[in-house]
């Protein structure tokens, strides 16, 4: 089954937690503190696997977490770090944020690898907490919570050369009879559900990937047909292969149907239509394709404003192998002079995500009637309390000092806390007190 979209969650390991402990040798007198520090998470990346051809592994697998570092120990000894988790993805994955809508990244090329949760440090242990004044401190950080993030993944096929065209113009056709591809091919509407991927080897050595994608009718940017659910895949090719069908045999105009289709991709996105473009008129071996061809291109020139903005036309007969040759030829050829012009590539355009520290005056105070608390809610207050040990009151004491530095005692004054008011931060709460 091809799938080409597909929405995931995804959790970095948080930090482990940081000790509080002392020395307790025979002859040490005064040992001092000897709790160590937690173990970084693991981070959740992705890398591109040349051997993927589509999303059909995340179609059941939603949740991806990766493991959790380890907590430190007695004798200043670390926890263990996390390894992490790697999500093999096929090339051409565009990554995006679901809740933001930002693009995360653009895997397009082998082995390369993004970073798509960032793990949590580990917390800190009581050794980097002692100070002449407090040489034995009961202070000690949980680890940094991981990232938790859900993504939308969008499969955009990579080919150098994609073939568009009415339904049954003859695309798959083409396809089998040029690459080593074996596509569905039947005389109905749709026989192509999918997009289907084929390569072209020439005799000189040359090679390029070639696409063949379900066809379009009038108003697929509408969603009629099948939509315009696979005009995605059109972006990453630099070459279009319009396929025309000159038989006329299902009563329709040919010049008609390539004035839509290109209608349909401009609606689409308007830059596809800046891309080299070779007419291919097909099923040039029955009988009245000659003279629908020779009024095709009558019509074209008069259409278009000079004769330099004339698209080649190349006539064929994927029956026969007529023209197969020196349609082949000349795609590679375009292919060749188009990598080395002007021409924008979809896969340079390459996004990457940046972490940015949440905020110093990133939290939000309301109250909550039915509780009757105060909620002190923003990522940063809520990853320093999660970072918080609360079994040690000297802990929680830093935790008030990191409120007060973050001007929340003034903004809960200012809002109406009074003495003896509720508090909540998360699942915690605690009485105000000025």
């Known amino acids: 089954m091809f799938v080409d979209q597909v929405k995931i969650n995804v959790k970095a390991g948080n930090g482990g937690n940081g000790m509080v402990a002392f020395r307790r040798e025979k002859y040490v007198p005064n040992g001092g503190p000897a709790g160590g520090d937690g173990g970084r998470g693991g981070n959740v990346i992705f890398k591109v696997d040349s051997g993927m051809n589509t999303l059909m592994d995340f179609r059941y697998h939603r949740k991806f977490k990766a493991a959790n570092g380890g907590n430190g120990a007695n004798k200043s000894m670390t926890g263990r770090s996390a390894d992490d988790l790697v999500i093999p993805v096929p090339e051409g994955t565009t990554v995006t944020n679901t809740e933001t809508g930002a693009v995360v990244g653009d895997l397009t090329k082998p082995d390369q690898e993004l970073v798509v949760a960032k793990a949590g440090r580990g917390g800190r242990g009581n050794i980097h907490f002692a100070s002449p004044t407090n040489p034995a401190p009961e202070i000690a950080e949980n680890g940094e919570p991981g990232e938790e993030i859900s993504l939308s993944l969008e499969l955009k096929v990579l080919a150098d050369v994609g073939l568009v065209g009415f339904p049954s113009a003859g695309k798959s056709t083409l396809l089998s009879v040029i690459t080593s591809a074996k596509p569905k091919i039947a005389g109905y509407h749709f026989t192509t559900l999918v997009p289907n991927l084929g390569m072209?080897?020439?005799?000189?050595?040359?090679?390029?990937?070639?696409?063949?994608?379900?066809?379009?009718?009038?108003?697929?940017?509408?969603?009629?047909?099948?939509?315009?659910?696979?005009?995605?895949?059109?972006?990453?090719?630099?070459?279009?292969?319009?396929?025309?069908?000159?038989?006329?045999?299902?009563?329709?105009?040919?010049?008609?149907?390539?004035?839509?289709?290109?209608?349909?991709?401009?609606?689409?996105?308007?830059?596809?239509?800046?891309?080299?473009?070779?007419?291919?008129?097909?099923?040039?071996?029955?009988?009245?394709?000659?003279?629908?061809?020779?009024?095709?291109?009558?019509?074209?020139?008069?259409?278009?404003?000079?004769?330099?903005?004339?698209?080649?036309?190349?006539?064929?007969?994927?029956?026969?192998?007529?023209?197969?040759?020196?349609?082949?030829?000349?795609?590679?050829?375009?292919?060749?002079?188009?990598?080395?012009?002007?021409?924008?590539?979809?896969?340079?355009?390459?996004?990457?995500?940046?972490?940015?520290?949440?905020?110093?005056?990133?939290?939000?105070?309301?109250?909550?009637?039915?509780?009757?608390?105060?909620?002190?809610?923003?990522?940063?207050?809520?990853?320093?309390?999660?970072?918080t040990n609360t079994e040690h009151d000297q802990s929680m004491l830093r935790f008030a000092r990191q409120m007060h530095g973050m001007g929340i005692d003034d903004a809960l004054r200012k809002a109406g806390a009074k003495d003896g008011d509720t508090v909540t931060i998360l699942d915690f709460s605690f009485t105000y007190v000025e």
């Open 200 to 387: 072209v080897r020439l005799d000189d050595g040359r090679d390029f990937a070639v696409a063949d994608l379900p066809g379009l009718v009038e108003g697929a940017s509408n969603g009629v047909g099948l939509g315009f659910q696979f005009l995605r895949h059109v972006e990453r090719t630099l070459v279009i292969l319009h396929l025309v069908d000159m038989s006329g045999i299902e009563g329709r105009d040919p010049f008609d149907d390539y004035l839509a289709i290109n209608k349909e991709l401009e609606q689409y996105d308007e830059r596809i239509l800046k891309r080299p473009q070779i007419i291919v008129a097909t099923k040039m071996d029955l009988p009245d394709a000659e003279d629908n061809l020779q009024e095709f291109k009558k019509r074209l020139n008069e259409s278009q404003d000079s004769q330099t903005d004339v698209p080649e036309i190349f006539p064929i007969s994927s029956v026969t192998h007529t023209g197969l040759t020196e349609l082949i030829r000349k795609t590679a050829d375009l292919l060749d002079t188009t990598k080395l012009s002007d021409l924008e590539k979809p896969q340079d355009t390459t996004k990457q995500y940046d972490y940015k520290p949440a905020d110093s005056s990133d939290f939000h105070i309301s109250y909550d009637k039915e509780y009757e608390s105060w909620v002190i809610t923003g990522d940063k207050i809520e990853r320093l309390f999660k970072m």
